[in-house]
Nanobody, 122 residues
């Protein structure tokens, strides 16, 4: 069993940056692919980014490419999402997830955090 806890969300202005963290406990993160998803009000949960076990391979949804960076520190059992140049369209609850496949499909992930709110507004 893996427990995931996100942190780092908040209210920021357009153009600002935020760094989300996902701390894991229960099992070592190094055994899992990690991902970030987000869900805006009234919308389905959508894929944001995923990262391989060792961190060498990443995948992003088109809308965040060149603005967001997913990373991980397996020694600290933590994954990160650095978000730059935020826009109001990035407003959502952000969730981290852990699974056994390198995929953008949310149903393929076995463990989820409770989410952290990111609000981008002037």
């Amino acid at each position: 069993q893996v427990q995931l806890v996100e942190s780092g969300g908040g209210l920021v202005q357009p153009g600002d940056s935020l760094r989300l963290s996902c701390a894991a406990s229960g099992r070592t993160l190094g055994r899992f692919y990690m991902a970030w998803f987000r869900q805006a009000p009234g919308k389905e949960r959508e894929f944001v980014a995923t990262i391989s076990w060792g961190g060498g391979v990443t995948l992003y949804t088109d809308s965040v490419k060149n603005r967001f960076t997913i990373s991980r520190n397996n020694a600290e059992n933590t994954a990160y999402l650095q978000m730059n140049s935020l826009t109001p369209d990035d407003t959502a609850v952000y969730y981290c997830a852990a699974g056994n496949r390198f995929t953008r499909t949310n149903s393929e992930y076995d463990y989820w955090g409770q989410g952290t709110q990111v609000t981008v507004s002037s």
